[in-house]
């Protein structure tokens, strides 16, 4: 049973990175569950507690909408991991899953896999940085699903000089909530990037690129949107503590959306040789970054998944 | 700071709304789930019913008392089944510079004005900037504030906006009247510097249908750099969720559903904590629903102010 259990997680898209040893250590906390088509694994509103790792069948992923209604999100099968997503950022589970078919699969609780994202060793930073890919990936289906193109729109604008970040600047980032839990390490990450100051409508990332930086808006906002034709669909909105672009940056295919200051804004910037840097590097200024990055990149996914049920909401 | 509620459509149990599901418009006074804040400052309602004596004149209940601790209000919600209603409960910072009182309490509503205002929000700078807004405020109007508030002086300034003879008016005239006073605060707020991030979600209401705004001026700017702990850089939320009827199913408050929708509930926040059958409005945007043959019409714009 060890070994099938094993095989079963090392042939998942989260788990793929583990050695051996850590995936014995882990098959030993997971339990098997089998699901008949049409029965709920978890459903919308419910506490989130566990992770299913998803060996066989199909499953619906689904969230509610006003009047008694439902939207896809996706359907998973074998590899799949499942409700993991609730379980980094806390909370409740933002969506319903139902067994398309028979499925069975694997369940770990979140103690284990708390122990495991926040171990000191390698494996835990490669969970996260897989877990970080895993949810652009999503992202990147929820864009193409709300009409996401890569056809050039808006040129990027010139946002004018960069200026070294100033003390008030470091003291600001400090209380932001993607720079929140860096603690000492922040001064080492700060001195990395650059401030940008930008007028409202600098457009900063053009569809069909790969954007050249990674910004984390400082004041301001900008916001990411899905340009077709005249017509505007915002994704997100990046506040202060949250960034507007990751797709073309952290995965490979380019930017389905445009990024555009909405206000005026001052945005940390980081080069992308940096960026990518941070994201593989090792040390624990990257792992903090990683994790950063991670918990964005979930409420960027909350956030699109919200804006696609709004727009479903408001239908004709 | 501030908690508002709106609704169209279906004859639903006001007690409902103000009392049973468990983060009903009252509960949000003392537990609001996303701000963390007393919102002590009183209460107010605007209910109208399609079947009472003049029905375009609503119900009025205001009190400047803390409103859980209102015998009055709960035997009177216990009679009303309103088809429109727009309900406040005023936040202010704890302090006595705030001024307390009836004739700061939303949603206002003039004499034989068409439309009642409600807001969750404030002005930056409000004091520097309130009577730049006269010169666009019509002189019978300007009289006619009483109060210490900006949103009433945002109310007597869409009502400057809204056509003469207020008869007649239309979904569209009320979002025009929206977008121009909008547009009116920007430049007063330009021309005086101000720029710090300020709310303005605003909700009209005239009994038949609902405008309502979710939208923030200078958005993530803060002079000092420290908002509030609670408040932590978010954009002021606007939640609505739409359906046949308002009530319990089960185990749990819903919209229920149907070949079609007929009535929509716009809150700050959703008035139960399991909030997966409620959505967003959409930061920077206007929503705008109506009922027709008792069909519920409903549409949100952006607003690129």
Redesign the interface.
């Known amino acids: 049973m060890g070994a099938y259990i094993e095989g079963a997680l090392a042939a998942s898209s989260l788990f793929s990175d583990l050695d051996p040893s850590e995936l014995e250590e882990l098959a030993r906390l997971a339990e098997p569950f089998d699901l008949p088509a049409g029965d709920l694994l978890f459903r919308q509103g419910d506490r989130a507690e566990q992770l299913y790792v998803l060996e066989a069948g199909r499953l619906d992923v689904v969230a509610r909408l006003p009047g008694d209604r439902e939207m896809l999100l996706s359907q998973v099968g074998a590899g799949d991991v499942l409700g993991e997503l609730s379980l980094v950022v806390g909370g409740t589970r933002t969506a319903s899953a139902r067994a398309v078919e028979t499925t069975r699969g694997l369940v770990i609780g979140q103690d284990a896999f708390s122990r495991l994202r926040t171990s000191l060793r390698p494996t835990g930073a490669a969970v996260m940085r897989r877990l970080s890919r895993v949810v652009c990936a999503r992202l990147r289906a929820r864009c193409d699903t709300l009409g996401g193109g890569t056809s050039p729109g808006a040129e990027v604008d010139d946002p004018g000089g960069a200026h070294a970040l100033q003390a008030d600047d470091r003291i600001h980032m400090s209380r932001l909530d993607f720079f929140a839990h860096f603690g000492r390490l922040l001064p080492e990450v700060a001195s990395r990037g650059v401030r940008l100051d930008v007028e409202r409508g600098t457009v900063l990332v053009r569809a069909g690129s790969h954007p050249d930086r990674f910004l984390v808006t400082l004041r301001g906002a900008v916001e990411a949107t899905i340009e077709l034709g005249a017509a505007r669909q915002r994704l997100r909105l990046a506040g202060p503590g949250r960034a507007p672009a990751y797709l073309g940056l952290l995965d490979d295919g380019p930017s389905p959306v445009v990024c555009r200051a909405r206000e005026t804004a001052h945005l940390f910037a980081l080069s992308r040789t940096d960026f990518a840097a941070l994201i593989d590097g090792h040390d624990q200024a990257s792992r903090a970054f990683v994790d950063a990055v991670t918990q964005d990149l979930i409420s960027y996914l909350t956030q699109a998944e919200r804006r696609q049920a709004t727009i479903l909401a408001v239908r004709p | 700071m501030c908690r508002v509620l709106a609704y169209v459509g279906e004859p639903v149990d006001l007690e409902d709304l103000l009392y049973r599901t468990d983060s009903s418009l009252l509960h949000q006074v003392y537990d609001p789930h996303l701000m963390s804040f007393l919102n002590l400052a009183g209460f107010g309602m605007m209910a109208w019913d399609e079947r009472s004596h003049e029905p375009s004149v609503p119900f009025v209940y205001k009190t400047a008392e803390i409103p859980t601790f209102d015998r009055n209000l709960r035997s009177l919600s216990g009679k009303l089944r309103p088809t429109s209603l727009v309900a406040h409960i005023r936040g202010v910072t704890h302090s006595d510079r705030e001024v307390v009182g009836p004739y700061n309490l939303h949603p206002f509503r003039w004499g034989d004005a068409p439309v009642a205002l409600a807001q969750n929000g404030t002005l930056s700078a409000f004091g520097t900037m309130r009577y730049d807004l006269l010169p666009y405020i019509r002189p019978e109007l300007a009289s006619q504030i009483e109060g210490t508030t900006d949103t009433e002086w945002i109310y007597a300034l869409v009502l400057s906006q809204l056509p003469t003879p207020a008869a007649g008016l239309t979904p569209e005239d009320y979002e025009r009247a929206l977008v121009a006073a909008l547009e009116l605060i920007r430049e007063v707020r330009v021309r005086r510097k101000i720029a710090d991030s300020s709310a303005l979600n605003l909700v009209v209401c005239d009994g038949r249908c609902l405008v309502a705004t979710r939208f923030t001026y200078?958005?993530?700017?803060h002079k000092d750099?420290?908002p509030s702990l609670a408040q932590?850089?978010?954009?002021v939320s606007l939640w609505?969720?739409?359906?046949?009827a308002y009530r319990r199913i089960g185990d749990e408050w819903?919209?229920?559903?149907?070949e079609h929708?007929r009535s929509l509930l716009l809150s700050s926040e959703p008035l139960t904590s399991?909030?997966?059958?409620?959505?967003?409005?959409?930061?920077?945007s206007m929503l705008t629903a109506w009922t027709e043959d008792r069909v519920l019409r409903?549409?949100?714009r952006?607003l690129d102010l």
Not at chain 2, 232 to 235: G, S
Not at chain 2, 274 to 284: C, F, G, I, K, L
Request: glycine residues 14%.
């Open positions: 200078d958005y993530g700017w750099d420290l932590r850089f978010k954009f609505f969720t739409s359906g046949s819903v919209m229920g559903g149907g929708d399991d909030a997966s059958t409620w959505v967003e409005v959409p930061e920077y409903l549409r949100t952006d």
